[in-house]
């Protein structure tokens, strides 16, 4: 698999808050129903346009991978400390922005998925009927889409648990989808 061309991308993240770029694999990438099923029943945030049932099924999600040669997955350390919901909000805006530099440089199959629900809103418009507001920034949670996030992470070497306290290092990953 080549890689060499995408090493500056990574750096790029490295730079923009992410701790790890790493150039994968998209057939390492695990999809699960029962993931999408603990997203849809489990989670407080379930009210957005980017969680289901907004999002692609597992099964949907399977057959875009398999449309893809190369992924970056990229991973955040973030310690619970305060300003921390705002250096991650800052590191999700920029895997947004590299998406664009990507399709600009050519792959233009590049596509983000995100960590976590989207808090681009204080409210999404979802709750009162409204469209998105910020349509060109709002990408799915791998989770949302049914992607076992521990699974994947550690199927490319990467450290990841579950937390037992809120004020434990949270580790995000996130997966750029390249070519």
Excluded at 81 to 95: A, H, Q
Excluded at 107 to 118: D, E
Excluded at 135 to 156: H, L
């Amino acid at each position: 698999m080549r890689t060499s061309d995408l090493k500056k991308y990574c750096e790029k993240a490295l730079q923009g808050g992410a701790t790890h770029a790493k150039v994968i694999h998209p057939n390492t990438v695990v999809t699960a129903p029962w993931v999408r099923f603990k997203c849809m029943f489990g989670c407080p945030y379930k009210h957005r346009y980017s969680c289901p049932p907004h999002t692609p099924t597992p099964e949907e999600t399977r057959a875009n991978l398999d449309s893809y040669e190369r992924a970056i997955l990229f991973h955040a350390e973030a310690p619970a400390v305060k300003g921390r919901s705002k250096s991650m909000m800052d590191y999700l805006d920029n895997l947004v922005e590299l998406e664009g530099e990507l399709f600009k440089d050519g792959y233009y199959k590049a596509f983000v998925m995100l960590a976590g629900p989207c808090v681009l809103c204080k409210e999404c418009g979802i709750v009162t009927g409204v469209p998105c507001r910020f349509p060109g920034k709002t990408r799915p949670a791998m989770e949302a889409c049914g992607i076992d996030v521990f699974q994947t992470a550690r199927n490319n070497d990467f450290f990841i648990t579950a937390l037992k306290e809120k004020s434990e290092t949270q580790n995000l990953y996130c997966l750029m989808l390249v070519d």
